[in-house]
């Protein structure tokens, strides 16, 4: 079972930095996707940007040039710089894992228990 945990959010000014970490434990598969979602008040959860294992990325429109994910595969953990803070960033930011074994055509998909992050002068 793979459990994720979540750091690194916080109370930040507009125009601020922060950096998120998400660390996986347990046995994760070598084909996998990990990834930030958020979800602010009254509104649904929606991608922030995520990174398969064999290196491409998507962001949203949103965040594209202002956020960076990255990864660590060696510590099963995945980054999320986030510069240039707006308040329309504040939001409970959830990661998320997607793996599968090499003879599974479906992913598994996991969640972290979400870190908030308030954008705010």
């Known amino acids: 079972q793979v459990q994720l945990v979540e750091s690194g959010g916080g109370l930040v000014q507009p125009g601020g930095s922060l950096r998120l970490s998400c660390e996986a434990s347990?046995?994760?598969?070598?084909?996998?996707?990990m990834g930030w979602y958020r979800q602010a008040p009254g509104k649904q959860r929606e991608l922030v940007a995520f990174?398969?294992?064999?290196?491409?990325?998507t962001y949203a429109d949103s965040v594209k040039d202002r956020f960076t994910i990255s990864r660590d595969n060696t510590k099963n953990t995945s980054y999320l710089q986030m510069n240039n803070l707006k308040p329309e960033d504040t939001a409970v930011y959830y990661c998320?894992?997607?793996?599968?074994?090499?003879?599974?055509?479906?992913?598994?998909?996991?969640w972290g228990q979400g870190t908030q992050v308030t954008v705010s002068s």
């Open positions: 990174e398969s294992s064999n290196g491409s990325q």
């Open positions: 347990g046995s994760v598969f070598a084909i996998n996707i």
């Open positions: 998320n894992l997607k793996d599968r074994p090499p003879s599974q055509l479906w992913f598994s998909n996991y």
